[in-house]
C-alpha cells in the first residue's frame, strides 16, 4: 500500500508549479525525486509532509486520505536541507523533541533515543548544542531526531546538498545503510544525477513539475523514455534520427540500428541513444566511422571525443579501459565505432 | 616601524573621543560633585563632603512618592507593552495576518511623533473617554510609547528564525503552543527582555507624555522639574544623580545585552 498520490497538483495562482501527477510509494523503498531547479520535486515533498496543501488530488497512506491531514498528525518525518536543529537544545534534547511533545516518555522512549544515538554515531556529542557540530554532525542529528519519532516515511529534502564531495560520499552509504537497518521507507530529495544512482531503489525524474520517469537506476539510466531523461545523465551520444523500420533508424551518420523502438513509430524524429560507455572501437553489425577529436586520459578510464565522418555535427562520446598498455587513438585518427543494438534506445524528439 | 606620523591618526581620534566623553559626562561628574559638596565662591569645600543629601531626598516624602510612582508605572507598562509587543509580533508574523502595515503604523506612531503631541493626543482621549487623570493615565501612556520599542526588537528577533524550525517542530508532532513554549519562546526570550529592560529606560526618564496624562500624579522626573522651577537645590543634583545613575546601568544592561554573541560554526 504504502504512500500514494493521485492526480495531485499544485498552483500558486495562475503558475501551475506542479502538473496533476500520480506516484506510489511502497513500503520500505528508498525513492528518490531527481530533478533540476524548479522541477517541483521540493513541492512533491511538501506535499507528502503536510507543509504545502494540494490544489487538486488526493494523497493517501495504507489507503487512507490524508490530503487535509496536518503535518503534526502524519506519521511522516521530515529532515530539512538546512537540517532545521533546535539551536538552543543539545543533540541530546534535539533528538528527543518528538518523544517530548508527542508525550512519549520512560525508560523505554529514553533508550529508543540513546540507541538511536549510537546508530548515528553521535553518543559521545550528546551535550553538544548544534553551533558546536559540523555539518556532516548535523545532517546526522537531524535524521536522529526523525527516526526517535518511528515514522512510517522519512522525507529527505536535499540533505547531502551543503556537504563537500567527500562528506556526500560517506553520508550517501550511511543513509543507505541506516534506512536497511529501521526499515522504513525513505522518500528522497535531490538534484545530483549521481547520487540518485548510487542510493535508490527507484527513481523519480522531474522536469517543469512533471513527472518524466519513474524507474530503476539502471532503467532510467539506461532505457531512457523521454528527450529530457535521456540528456539528464552524463555524457549520452544522442544522434538524430528519423525512424525507418521496426529497428533501423535513418541518420546523418548513417543507418543505424536499435533494438528496442516501443512507443515510437515509423517515420517520427528521434534521438538514438548510446551510453559512452555501449559505445566500443571496432567493426560489427552496424559500424559508424568518426574522426577523433580529444583523448583524455583519466586514470581508470580514457574518453575519447570524436565526430562521424559523415557529419561532423554529430558527436561522440566513448570510453575506454585504462591500463598501462591500453592502446588510445591519438587526434585525428580515423576509427570505426560500433555498439549492440540492445544496448541503445529511441526517444521521440 | 611606525613613525610619529601614522600615529597621529590616532592620536586625534583618541583626543576627539575623550573631548566628547568629558563634553557628555562632565555634566553628570559636576551634578554628582554638588550633590556630595558644598561649592562657594567658585571653591570646593571638601570639608563638607557628605552623603546628607541623599538622607535627605530619602526622607522627602513626595520624592520618594515620585519614586515609587515612577516604579509602578515603569513595571505595568513594560509588563504590559512588553506581553503586548509580543503577541503582536506573533500576529504580524503569522502568514495569516490582516491588516499588517496599517497594525504596524499603530504601533509605531506613538514612538515616531513628537512625545508632545502623543502626550496631548492622550490627554484628549482620556478626557473624552472620562478617564480620571492619574496613575492609570501614565501607565497608559508609557505603554502605548514603549510598545514600539519593544515590539520592534521581537519581531526583528521573530524574522531571523529560520521558518523551517517551526516546521521542524510541526513535522515531529508538536502543536501550536508546543511550538509556542519549546521553539518560539526559548529563541525570542534575550529579546523580550532586551525590549523590557530598553522600555523601562525610556520609562523612567519619560517627562512629556508623563506631563499631559499625570493629572495630580508626580513620577521622578516631574518631581525633579517642579524642584528645578524653585531654584538648584543640592537635593536636586543628588536626585539627578540618581536618574542618570539608573539610566546608565539600564542603557549598560541593554548594550551588554543586545551585543552580538558570534557563535564559530566549524566546518
Partial sequence: ?349 | MRSAGDRLPIWITGLVTGLVFILLYLPVFISLLFSIVEIRQGKILWETLSFKHYVTLWSNPSVMGALSNTAIVALISVVVATVLALVLALYTEWEGAIGRRMLELVIYLPFLLPPIVTGLALLVASAELGLNRGLATIVLGHAVFVLAVAYRLVLTRLQALPHSLIEASFDLGAGRFQTLRYVLLPHLASAVMTGAVLALTLSFDETLISTFVAGDQMTLPLRLWAMMRVGFSPEINALVTLVLLVSIILAIIVAWRMKPRGQVEEG
Fill in chain 1, 1 to 349: 500500500m504504502g504512500l500514494e498520490l493521485r492526480d495531485v497538483a499544485k498552483r500558486y495562482g495562475p503558475v501551475e508549479v506542479l502538473h496533476p501527477l500520480s506516484l506510489a510509494v511502497a513500503n520500505g523503498e528508498f525513492l528518490t525525486l531527481l530533478g533540476p531547479s524548479g522541477s517541483g520535486k521540493t513541492t512533491v515533498l511538501r506535499l507528502m509532509g503536510g507543509f504545502t496543501e494540494a490544489s487538486g488530488g488526493q494523497i493517501l497512506f495504507e489507503g487512507q486520505d490524508i490530503t487535509m491531514l496536518a503535518a503534526n498528525r502524519r506519521p511522516f518525518n521530515t529532515v530539512f536541507q538546512d537540517y532545521a536543529l533546535f539551536p538552543h537544545m543539545t543533540v541530546l534534547e534535539n533528538a528527543g523533541y518528538g518523544p517530548l511533545v508527542q508525550r512519549r516518555n520512560g525508560a523505554k522512549t529514553a533508550k529508543l533515543i540513546d540507541d538511536t544515538l549510537e546508530i548515528v554515531g553521535l553518543s559521545a556529542l550528546r551535550d553538544r548544542y548544534p553551533a558546536q557540530l559540523s555539518g556532516g554532525q548535523k545532517q546526522r542529528v537531524a535524521l536522529a531526531r526523525a527516526i526517535v519519532c518511528e515514522p512510517k516515511v522519512i522525507l529527505l529534502d536535499e540533505p547531502l546538498a551543503a556537504l563537500d564531495a567527500t562528506l556526500r560520499r560517506q553520508m550517501q552509504l550511511f543513509l543507505k545503510q541506516i534506512q536497511r537497518r529501521i526499515e522504513t521507507t525513505f522518500v528522497f530529495v535531490t538534484h545530483d544525477q549521481d547520487e540518485a544512482i548510487t542510493m535508490s531503489d527507484r527513481i523519480v525524474v522531474m522536469s517543469q513539475g512533471r513527472i518524466e520517469q519513474v524507474g530503476t537506476p539502471k532503467d532510467i539510466y539506461f532505457k531512457p523514455r523521454t528527450r529530457f531523461v535521456a540528456g539528464f545523465f552524463g555524457d549520452n551520444n544522442l544522434i538524430p534520427g528519423v525512424l525507418a523500420g521496426p529497428d533501423r533508424l535513418q541518420t546523418t551518420a548513417g543507418e543505424l540500428l536499435c533494438t528496442d523502438t516501443s512507443g515510437i513509430r515509423t517515420g517520427q524524429d528521434v534521438l538514438l541513444c548510446i551510453r559512452p560507455e555501449s559505445l566500443k572501437l571496432g567493426q560489427g553489425p552496424v559500424t559508424i566511422r568518426a574522426e577523433v577529436e580529444e583523448a583524455i586520459f583519466g586514470g581508470a578510464m580514457t574518453k575519447l571525443i570524436l565526430h562521424a565522418v559523415a557529419d561532423r555535427s554529430v558527436k561522440l562520446d566513448l570510453r575506454l579501459a585504462g591500463g598501462q598498455r591500453a592502446e588510445t587513438p591519438n587526434p585525428g585518427d580515423m576509427v570505426s565505432l560500433t555498439y549492440d543494438p540492445a544496448d541503445a534506445v529511441v526517444v521521440s524528439r
